[in-house]
């Protein structure tokens, strides 16, 4: 065996002079790229120098890595080190939602997202002591491939492999729509353009190497995406605090400054009257509900007016084009104006309310203390609920699981969720920073502003697209007040850079480290769902006699044609995309976890409660989505009012929270009313218990 | 050295030890958030208690007890003659 740990010593050196050389590389590419700008590069090309050269660059590792081997294309030939697999497992893991959104996310919902954090890191808790290292013992290719060998037989192995498919997918079109929505930003190319030029990246890499090109892009994608987020955010702290400390460290001087800042703008008699002016409109908004259908014909004819009346007296032309604009957006019917209204209500009363305290846990604006407390326990509550999602999810999805079959041992495996969950810490600890730096300067340096004054990247943003930005002079007095301010949730990262007064090149470096998110979870997923159909479904279902080379070929075509479904679902469906990603949480969770934990844990576990248990699990789950989640009940028709459909008040997005209990009882309630599994499976569930000893060992050592 | 013929007492003290920090785990992320209201007064070096812990607490919490696992279960295989050759 020293052979072979030399052999692993000697590779591990030589990824860590790659990788290195590589970090060294880029920063250089980084300070070219300011100097080329302090020469008057122009911003458009800034942006497509960082589109093509990182694509470039995962282009090259992919086909450098380019492999037709089984255990290369599937697991990365098991022999990725810990702390690579780790790197990787990051990358993989932390999507364009984490990079982009979750500052953002934090910003607007301060304690009550901070559930975002725990849930997205927590949930390694579950993988590293429940499943990582008994999966890595079993040593096979897919998670399907471990239901088919602790369940015996194809029935588990077939319904654990349409959970896969299920949940991945829905998670790879949320990514592949991010990746279109950067590349747009970025290049400022036609989105539809954009979601196929990111499809290029994303398939020049999984499609040539698999496993492995997908493993070596994923750890120079996590370099890209860590630079790019710490760098401004480092920048920022200095500039807001003047301390030489790192941001996590010296934001909490900052959150009590913010605190203070509330408590003064929730009692300023201007920021009173604007929420005052929104207040007004929602009532407005709701009178004209409640006026239907009559109102609709009624403020249609007021609308076609205001036109009328406007080019009679020659009115600005700007002023003219939004009245038009008003006229040809008319809802269409009576019952589209209602659910434009009802838009409108909820979006104004939701800007008439005071701020809401950063630091304070579930908090409720609402003077009757009977109904605060009633609104403060259903936050809490929905809180706990979607941190359990959130984790059990992580510790169920298929693509973060599969990853540990590719390390060479079951400590490396151990050792190598802890090098993921060290390296995904590195982001999340900064991103609750993050969050409050940008709120403390948008609170101090852009509220009491006159409008004639504001910092230059309010109004470069605002110009760029108002639902991330937007700022009007609701009480005509001149001056900025925090209720006029509306800011989207993606905001917070992409204009940090400009924020902390950095040249645009950084904001293309964090342009690029979205890109690198997006891209790295978007391989591993499709890779999943391939496996999933070429070895699962293809190999060990319908023709076990295949080839390796005929498994390969097939598994790369399946790949192209899943990855341009998804495309175009996420050019068609882009309604219910947010959704999406937690849907995937929790029907991995509802749908994965029982099975997976109660069949190392619980020998008694069947087959027939396995598959009960799926089935159960993601038909609870889903069935509460389709009833509780406004753009499923639209697919589905559902009418039933949302009140009567929830069940204690927990929102959609949690549904795994009901899905994952029903599938664990079910689990149990049916293996107990069949007959305990064979002598073999037993036997099997000890091999996978201990590590080293081979299968049927540890009964006869007893 | 050769595997241990107890070896299910290997088992039994990965369980335990299993169950041990997932206690730990469970009081970060469900018992602190649940009573972060009647936590609030307290403060940290200036944050919110619960504040803190969500925020940047339960991630340590997370890192350290992921890494225990890996140090004591890799002790534990040795004890029990269950230790894997490979990079060390």
Redesign the interface.
């Known amino acids: 065996?020293?052979a072979?740990?030399g052999g692993?010593?000697a590779f591990?050196d030589q990824l860590r002079r790659y990788y290195t050389w590589y970090t060294i590389a880029f920063v250089v590419f980084v300070l070219a790229l300011a100097l080329l700008e302090q020469a008057h590069l122009s911003r458009t090309w800034i942006g497509y120098i960082f589109l093509f050269a990182t694509i470039t660059l995962y282009a090259g590792i992919g086909i450098m890595s380019r492999t037709a081997d089984v255990a290369e294309y599937y697991v990365a030939g098991r022999r990725v080190?810990a702390l690579f697999n780790g790197m990787a497992t990051a990358a993989d893991w932390m999507s364009a939602a984490s990079f982009i959104g979750m500052a953002g996310a934090l910003y607007q919902q301060g304690?009550d997202g901070?559930?975002y954090?725990?849930g997205w890191?927590?949930g390694?808790?579950?993988v590293?002591?429940?499943i990582a290292?008994y999966l890595r013992k079993f040593g096979q290719f897919t998670i399907p491939d471990f239901l088919g060998a602790r369940y015996g037989g194809n029935t588990a192995r077939f319904i654990g492999l349409c959970v896969a498919i299920l949940c991945s997918f829905v998670y790879v079109v949320a990514q592949i729509y991010g990746v279109g929505l950067i590349t747009t930003r970025l290049t400022g190319v036609d989105f539809g353009v954009g979601i196929f030029l990111g499809l290029a990246g994303i398939l020049v890499c999984s499609f040539l190497g698999g496993m492995r090109a997908v493993t070596w892009t994923q750890v120079a994608q996590y370099i890209v995406l860590v630079l790019a987020y710490l760098i401004p955010v480092i920048w920022l702290s200095i500039k807001v605090t003047h301390l030489p400390l790192p941001p996590?460290i010296a934001y909490?001087?900052v959150?009590?400054q913010l605190s203070q800042r509330e408590k003064a703008l929730t009692t300023d008699p201007k920021e009173i009257q604007v929420r005052q002016i929104f207040a007004q409109r929602a009532e407005s908004a709701k009178a004209k509900i409640d006026g239907l259908p009559g109102s609709w014909a009624e403020s249609h004819d007021a609308t076609q007016k205001k036109l009328e009346d406007l080019r009679a007296v020659h009115a600005p032309v700007a002023e003219i084009k939004a009245a038009e604009r008003a006229v040809e957006n008319y809802p269409k019917t009576p019952e589209d104006a209602a659910r434009a209204w009802q838009g409108e209500v909820a979006a104004n009363t939701a800007r008439a309310a005071p701020p809401a305290p950063h630091?304070?846990?579930?908090f409720s604006a609402n003077p009757d203390p009977v109904k605060a407390e009633a609104e403060?326990a259903h936050k809490?509550l929905n809180?706990?609920a979607l941190?359990?999602c959130l984790?059990f999810g992580t510790a169920a999805l298929p693509h973060i699981l599969m990853r540990f079959y590719t390390t060479?041992?079951?400590?490396?495996a151990?050792?190598s969720?802890?090098w993921s969950?060290?390296c995904i810490?590195v982001l999340?600890?900064t991103a609750?920073a993050l969050a409050v730096l940008v709120k403390f300067d948008v609170y101090s340096t852009v509220v009491g502003k006159s409008f004639s004054d504001l910092p230059l990247w309010v109004a470069a943003w605002a110009k760029v697209d108002p639902r991330l930005m937007s700022i009007a002079d609701i009480n005509k007095d001149g001056i900025v007040q925090l209720a006029e301010i509306a800011l989207g949730q993606d905001i917070v990262v992409l204009a940090t850079p400009e924020i902390g007064g950095l040249p645009y090149v950084i904001t293309g470096l964090v342009a690029a480290g979205g890109l690198a998110a997006a891209l790295s979870t978007a391989d591993g997923l499709l890779l999943t769902i391939t496996n999933a159909l070429s070895h699962d479904l293809y190999y060990k279902m319908i023709n076990p006699n295949a080839g390796t080379q005929r498994r390969v070929t097939i598994s790369k075509i399946l790949l192209l044609f899943v990855a341009l479904c998804a495309a175009w679902i996420a050019r068609e469906a882009q309604a219910g995309i947010l959704f999406m990603v937690a849907a995937a949480f929790s029907l991995a969770a509802a749908g994965f976890f029982s099975p997976l934990v109660l069949g190392i844990?619980w020998k008694r576990a069947n087959k027939y409660g396995a598959v009960a248990s799926m089935i159960v699990g993601v038909s609870v789950a889903f069935y509460y989505m389709a009833t509780t989640q406004p753009w499923l009940r639209d697919v589905f028709g559902v009418t039933a009012p949302i009140a009567s459909s929830m069940w204690f008040g927990i929102e959609p997005i949690s549904a795994g929270v009901f899905g994952l209990p029903a599938a664990a009882l079910t689990l149990v309630v049916v293996s107990l009313l069949t007959p305990a599994p064979s002598a073999e499976v037993q036997a099997f569930v000890d091999y996978v218990?201990?590590?080293?000893?081979g299968i049927g060992?540890?009964e006869d050592?007893? | 050295m050769a595997i241990r013929p107890d070896i299910r007492e290997h088992w039994r003290r990965s369980k335990r030890l299993t169950f041990e920090l997932l206690a730990i785990w469970f009081i970060v992320s469900f018992v602190i958030p649940f009573f972060a209201r009647a936590l609030t007064p307290i403060t940290f070096f200036g944050w919110p208690l619960p504040f803190y812990m969500a925020a940047q607490g339960a991630l340590v919490v997370y890192v350290v007890i992921i890494g225990i696992y890996a140090a004591r279960m890799r002790r534990l295989d040795r004890q029990f003659g269950l230790g894997e050759e490979g990079r060390g």
């Open positions: 065996m020293s072979q740990v692993n010593a591990f080190p304690y901070l559930s954090i725990m890191t927590g390694y808790c579950l590293a002591f429940l290292p996590q909490g001087e959150l009590a630091a304070e846990p579930y403060r809490r809180f706990l941190t359990f984790m060479p041992t079951v400590d490396e151990r050792r969720v802890f969950i060290a810490f999340y600890f609750p844990f218990r201990y590590p080293k000893v060992e540890a050592l007893i």
